[in-house]
C-alpha cells in the first residue's frame, strides 16, 4: 500500500478521536448543566453516604423516559452519539434493555452526584447518569450489545481513559440490577501542595492541567493549605501553577501521581534601553515586549508588546518570572531586536540590556514566466512576513524588513513553484526579478497483460515530496499528470496484486514525458490459510517473491491474510517463488521468509503456513 494512503488513513482516525473527544465534553456539559439528566433526582456534588444493601436498590420501570430537558421536553440530541449509525438510547418507549446500581468508593460508602456512563468504546457512550442521594444511578433505553459501565467524578472530564467499572451484556428487553462499581479516586486524580521558598502555603494559585487536546486545560485553585486535587483530560497531562506574585512553573506527571508538590519563587525585573544600531541614539518611540525562554528563531515575535515613549530610550518590565528571558523590542521603520537573558532572578531587577534596531529595508520586485511575460497573481511569500500577491504588472512590495529575511518563495497554480535567496541592503530599497517555470507534463498507458487497467493509480515522486501528485488512469488506462516540477522525478504505477512498477525520468518545463507500464501476471495460484504458534492469523500480508526475477515476471506479488487466516494469491507465472508472511500494518511492522515454492504455468497450490514466533 503507498505511504501516502497509510498516513491518510492516520490523519482520519486522528480527526474521528478529535471529534469523538469533542462530543463527549458537549454531551457531559450538556448533562452538568441541568439539559440532559437519566435520574429525576437533580445531581448534587460527591457526598459519602451510609451503605446501602443490594437488594434495597431501585429497580428499572417499565415506562420512564431518563433523558428529559428541565421543561419535561426530550433531548434528542442526547439519544445519538460519535461514530455510530445506531443510537445508544433510542426515543422513549423503544428501548428495552437497562442497567442500574450503586457507587460507592473503597470503604463501601455510598457516592452521590457520581457520574456513571455505559460505554461500547471511547467514542461510542451514553451520555453521563448522576447518582441520587443514595448513591443509585439508572441508564436506560439502551439496546443490546456489551457495555462497561464506568463512573467517574463530576468535575472529571477525561475523555481518554477507561472508567472505574464493570462488564454487563445487555439482551434484548433485559434489566440487569444491582451493580455495585467502586471509585477510587486516588487512580483519577493528581494531588499536590503549593508553597513559596519558605515552604508557607500559597492560597488560590491556579492549578492547570494541560493536553494536546485541551491547551487550556481544566483548573483548580489551592486551598488554604495551599494543596490541590485536579482530574486531568488524559493520562499524561502538564500540571502548571500560576500566582500573581510568583513565578510560574510547570511539571509533566502522570495521572494518578501524588505529592506533585510546587514550591514557587517570586518575580523580578528588567530594565534596559533601545538604540539606534547605526548611531547609537536612544530611540525614544517603540515597543518591547518578553517572554521566557531562549527565543533565537527570526520568524518568532511575542504578542505582548507595550508601547514606550522616553526621551533616552529607557524601559522596564516588573513582574518577571525568573529564568531565562527574551526581551524583543521593535519600531516603525526599523527592523525587530532581541536580547536573551541568562538568569532573572527572584526579588531583583536585572539591569543593562541594550537592544539595538537597524533601519528596515524594502524589497520590490516582478513574477515572469520563461517566456518573459508578467504573471499576476501570484503569492509571494517571506518567512514571518505578510505575503504580497503580484498586481495585473506582475510586480510585489514588501516594507519595513530586516537583515534576517534571506529567502523569498513564489508560487502560482499555473507554475512550478520557486524559492530565491535575498540580499537585504539596511536602509535602502532593493528589486528583484523572479521567473517561474512552466510545469512539464508526464502521460501515458497503463496495461495488464495488454489489457488497459481502468482506475488504477500513477503517482510523482520528487526529493522534497512537496511536488508529489497521484492520478488515476481512465477506461483506456490512460493518465496524465501536468503539474510536474522540472527535474528529476519518480513515476510509480500501482498495478493489480500489491504490484508496483517505477521508472525515474528528467521533466523538462514545458514539455511532455510519455512514460508507459506494462503489467505481466501469469494464471498460477497460492492460497491456504497462515497460522502463528497455532493460532490463525487474522490480518496481515502473504507475499510470493520470485526468485529469479525475468524481465517480463513480476518481481513479487502480495495477498490479503482474512478470517480464520485464510489468503489468496493470484497472477503468479510459472516459476519458484520465496514466501514470506508479515503484518505491515501493525504497530512494530514485520516480515518474515516461511519457505519456497514452485508454482507451475496456469496451476493453483494449496499452501498452509505455520510461523513459530514464541521460541
Known amino acids: 500500500m503507498p505511504t501516502y ?54 429497580k428499572v420501570p417499565e415506562k420512564t423516559s431518563s433523558l428529559v430537558t428541565p421543561d419535561g421536553t426530550k433531548d434528542e440530541l442526547a439519544y445519538f452519539s ?29 457516592l452521590s452526584g457520581m457520574k456513571v456512563y455505559a460505554f461500547v468504546s471511547i467514542f461510542h457512550h451514553t451520555v453521563p447518569s448522576f447518582t441520587d442521594g443514595n448513591g443509585h444511578f439508572l441508564i436506560e433505553y ?37 451493580l455495585r462499581l467502586t471509585y477510587n479516586a486516588s487512580e483519577e486524580s493528581v494531588t499536590g501542595r503549593v508553597t513559596n521558598k519558605r515552604g508557607e502555603p500559597i492560597v488560590a494559585a491556579r492549578v492547570y492541567g494541560r493536553t494536546i487536546i485541551s491547551l487550556d486545560g481544566n483548573a483548580v485553585e489551592t486551598d488554604e493549605d495551599g ?56 530611540l525614544t518611540d517603540f ?28 524601559f522596564e518590565f516588573e513582574g518577571v518570572d525568573v529564568g531565562e528571558v527574551t526581551v524583543f523590542a521593535r519600531a516603525s521603520g526599523f527592523g525587530p531586536a532581541r536580547q536573551h537573558i541568562a538568569q532573572v532572578r527572584a526579588g531583583e531587577t536585572s539591569r543593562g540590556i541594550v537592544l539595538r534596531v537597524a533601519r528596515a529595508s524594502g524589497l520590490n520586485g516582478i513574477v515572469k514566466n520563461s517566456r518573459g511575460e508578467s504573471i499576476q497573481g501570484a503569492t509571494v511569500t517571506l518567512k514571518g ?37 535575498v540580499s537585504l541592503t539596511i536602509g535602502a530599497e532593493s528589486w528583484l526579478e523572479v521567473r517561474l517555470d512552466d510545469y512539464a507534463v508526464v502521460e501515458g498507458n497503463v496495461f495488464k497483460n495488454g489489457v488497459p487497467l481502468e482506475e488504477f493509480q500513477v503517482s510523482t515522486k520528487t526529493e522534497t515530496l512537496r511536488f508529489d501528485r497521484d492520478v488515476r488512469t481512465d477506461t483506456m488506462g490512460v493518465y496524465r499528470i501536468d503539474t510536474v516540477p522540472e527535474g528529476e522525478v519518480t513515476v ?25 507500464f506494462e503489467f505481466i501476471y501469469g494464471e498460477g495460484n497460492l492460497v491456504g490459510t497462515v497460522s502463528v504458534d497455532g493460532v490463525p492469523l487474522d490480518r496481515g500480508v502473504v507475499v510470493a517473491k520470485a526468485v529469479v ?18 489468503y489468496v494469491i493470484s497472477g503468479l507465472l510459472g516459476g519458484t517463488y520465496a514466501i514470506l508472511v508479515g503484518d505491515l500494518g501493525a504497530t512494530e511492522p514485520w516480515l518474515e521468509e516461511v519457505q519456497e515454492v514452485v508454482v507451475e504455468a496456469g496451476q493453483t497450490v494449496a499452501l498452509d503456513l505455520t510461523l513459530l514466533r514464541s521460541e
Open 5 to 58: 494512503i497509510r498516513v491518510i488513513g492516520l490523519a482520519v482516525v486522528f480527526l474521528s478521536a478529535i471529534a469523538g473527544i469533542l462530543f463527549l465534553y458537549v454531551t457531559e456539559e450538556m448533562a452538568s448543566d441541568g439539559h440532559v439528566t437519566s435520574l429525576s433526582t437533580p445531581p448534587v456534588s460527591p457526598v459519602a453516604l451510609s451503605p446501602q444493601a443490594d437488594d434495597e436498590m431501585p
Open 82 to 110: 460519535a461514530f455510530d449509525e445506531l443510537p445508544l438510547h433510542t426515543p422513549a418507549g423503544e428501548g428495552t434493555s437497562a442497567v442500574s446500581g450503586v457507587v460507592v468508593n473503597e470503604a463501601g460508602i455510598a
Open 142 to 178: 439502551l439496546r443490546p450489545d456489551t457495555y462497561e459501565v464506568g463512573v467517574r467524578a463530576p468535575d472529571d472530564f477525561g475523555p481518554l481513559r477507561r472508567l472505574h467499572g464493570e462488564e454487563v451484556t445487555l439482551k434484548e428487553g433485559e434489566s440487569r440490577t444491582g
Open 227 to 282: 494543596r490541590y486535587v485536579l482530574y486531568p483530560h488524559a493520562y499524561s497531562v502538564s500540571v502548571e501553577v500560576e500566582h500573581t506574585d510568583y513565578s510560574s512553573q510547570q511539571r509533566h506527571v502522570k495521572i494518578g501521581e501524588h505529592r506533585v508538590d510546587f514550591a514557587l519563587e517570586g518575580r523580578g525585573a528588567v530594565e534596559g534601553r533601545v538604540l539606534v544600531a547605526a548611531t547609537g541614539e536612544p
Open 287 to 314: 515597543d518591547v515586549a518578553y517572554t521566557r525562554g531562549l527565543r533565537e528563531a527570526h520568524d518568532f515575535l511575542p504578542g505582548n508588546f507595550e508601547t514606550v515613549r522616553d526621551a533616552d530610550g529607557y
Open 385 to 421: 512576513v505578510e505575503a504580497s500577491i503580484t498586481d495585473a504588472t506582475g510586480e510585489f512590495a514588501f516594507t519595513g524588513l530586516h537583515a534576517e529575511h534571506t529567502e523569498l518563495e513564489v508560487k502560482h497554480s499555473d507554475y512550478a513553484e520557486k524559492s530565491v535567496p
Open 492 to 516: 510509480i504505477a500501482y498495478g493489480p496484486y500489491g504490484k508496483s512498477q517505477s521508472k525515474p525520468i528528467t521533466a523538462v518545463a514545458g514539455q511532455t514525458t510519455v512514460v508507459d
Open 549 to 566: 526475477a525475468l524481465d517480463d515476471k513480476p518481481e513479487q506479488v502480495q495477498g490479503h491474510i482474512f478470517e480464520e487466516g485464510a
